[in-house]
């Protein structure tokens, strides 16, 4: 597993095993500081999935006095979405269920420009993620979806306008090594944060932006140009909120380019299952040193499964955790469970999504881009 | 004067003296070998005004098809249109009346972005300078304006995805050193030049772009680029052709940081006048002198006013060049019938300029850009 070095690389693939160097080292604050502030819960926040934030408070006080509150992130359409993408599906559902308004990025030129994708592999793929979301929870009534490059004028403007105001030392001190294709993608994460703020998109008012830890850079990026153009355009900072990244089966950051390691959302479940019976665990070596020993959770990726994913119940948590030090199960008959348990995600998921993908809705509410 | 170095900088000062160096150097053709190619003349041609190309035979004989041709250029709304801007006025006029549309770029994105000009009074500025360019004679019939802020989402697309095939190196090596505002403002004109081609708006077409010798750079970044996306957009090479920069009266390039040594288009006629009793001329030392050795209008910032804008005449041109060679005219008097002439230009401008700018046309063909 590599090491978190000072710059964190939100193109690379590496996964982040230091989260506390993050709160220290970039000035994240601990979530679980103002957990109070929560009008009701979520596990990702008890169990510190959620692990940090920047100015999250000022947002949640902003939501309870009533003013204008937004959420906006985005996806990325390279791959098939799975079960590290669907934790981002599930904090914006909490997010809806707090009353706040979503709209989501689908980074298509963000896709196209640094990850080298296919154009129109990209826009196939950005309906998939659409109807994905939709199938996992989000209320399409209260969410707009976009391309990155099916927006109108002002949103453009913004990316352009950015570039006065910040040098090349400074955007490699923030990404490291850049290029003309690193700096666009950059300033146009930009302005899908900060687009939201301007008049032509209902005026100012507060965003927090959900993201896994790997993307705070750009996150310091829209805070320094909110900084510049507070005068001229009206500008703020706006808030974050980071979750742990899901690390794929062999304990290395999911990713797409190995497939066998990760869930996707449209996995055939018995694949899946048959992945989970490859996983690694926190097992010992032979079965009697884990009935002696004990298993080690913190080191599993079937149990990162159950707390991120597989199950909602903290008492039902609790048994599986001391199950598992306590040396009174061994892993395969738990990973049986989570199989099991998995299996009937999968296929709950994937009949939504059908559903989603035949009713059209998609098509309804995302403006594909002509070229 | 400034040696002209192996970089030309578009947004330098310098006057560029070596012209030669810019056909050999860079791949500029002479323009004289395809002057047959005209359908009719025109002084900048015959007097080597405009003095390179690339590709011009190309659009002249696409032209003379019947094939869709069109002219893109772009004026900075930094300071005010002088003597030099008119020069491209007045090559858009005798393109124009070729029977070619004619868009115009105001480079307001570039102006702010680069120049860290104020945004609000570029935006005021760009009026001026397209009721300059109506006054000197381009007929708005067959014109398009607009803001590079002010524009569709399908050329702000070609910006941002433009940024995946160009290199950090392969910029520096066209423009030196290079910062993120330099290059959205070098492939905002990329977009300039080559989103006539897309199909919003009317499909291929061949370009030609008439620009000052130093704006180069932009063209061999533009021809790279279209050549790298002609396979995924049906992009083209663009041709261009270069004319001399129109000196100051001090013999360096005219430039709004020097305005005692430009002629503005909207300089009071009396204050112009007396600015040529200053200017610089390729005359002797004494009068003696000057009778006895002729003078050396090519040095004369007098004569090349006359070169560019104040004799159309080739005859009356060259009586003046020989009365100054054989010294049988002083500096004093040249100098009073170019004043009378230029006081002549000035207010046959102004006064149509002000009706320019009181008919209104202006608004109703460029929309402002809302911030």
Redo the contacts between chains.
């Keep these: 597993m590599v090491e978190m070095g000072a710059k964190l690389d939100p193109w690379g693939h590496y996964a982040i095993e230091d989260y506390r160097k993050l709160l220290e080292e970039f000035g994240i604050s601990p979530i679980d500081k103002i957990l109070g502030l929560l009008p009701h819960k979520h596990k990702y926040f008890e169990r510190l999935v959620i692990f940090g934030h920047r100015d999250f408070d000022v947002w949640l006080e902003a939501l309870k006095r009533g003013e204008k509150v937004a959420v906006l992130t985005g996806f990325m359409p390279s791959g098939r979405p799975h079960l590290g993408t669907a934790m981002v599906y599930e904090e914006l559902k909490f997010l809806q269920s707090l009353g706040a308004h979503i709209k989501i990025a689908i980074a298509d ?1 963000e896709a ?3 990850r ?1 994708e296919d ?1 129109s592999e990209v826009i196939r793929r950005g309906v998939e993620f659409v109807a994905h979301s939709i199938a996992w929870g989000i209320n399409p009534d209260n969410a707009e979806f976009y391309y ?7 949103y ?2 913004l ?3 950015f ?2 105001k ?3 030392a400074e ?1 490699e001190a923030i990404y490291g090594d ?4 690193k ?3 950059a ?2 994460q930009s302005a899908d944060i900060l687009h939201l703020q ?3 998109y209902g005026g100012y008012k507060y965003i927090v932006v959900p993201v896994g830890a790997d993307q705070d850079p750009h996150l310091r990026l829209t805070r320094d140009i909110a900084d510049r153009f507070e005068q ?2 009206g500008l703020k900072r706006p808030s974050s909120i980071y979750h742990k990244l899901l690390r794929g089966l062999d304990g290395n950051k999911m990713s797409k380019s190995r497939p066998e390691y990760a869930i996707h959302l449209d996995d055939d479940p018995e694949m899946a299952e048959k992945k989970l019976a490859n996983a690694l665990t926190g097992g010992r070596a032979t079965a009697e040193e884990q009935r002696r020993l004990g298993g080690e959770p913190w080191k599993c990726s079937i149990f990162e499964l159950y707390v991120y994913h597989l199950i909602d119940d903290e008492k039902e948590l609790k048994e599986r955790y001391d199950e598992c030090v306590n040396g009174k199960i061994l892993c395969g008959q738990c990973k049986r469970i989570a199989a099991e348990k998995l299996r009937k995600l999968l296929i709950e998921h994937q009949k939504r999504f059908k559903e989603v993908i035949t009713s059209g809705i998609v098509e309804k509410i995302l403006k594909k ?3």
């Design positions: 030129a196209y420009i640094v080298r154009r990155q490059t099916a927006m109108d004028n002002e453009y403007r990316i352009q306008l570039s006065r910040i040098t090349a955007m850049i290029n003309p294709g700096i666009m993608a300033l146009t301007l008049d032509k001229e355009f881009p002509s070229f």
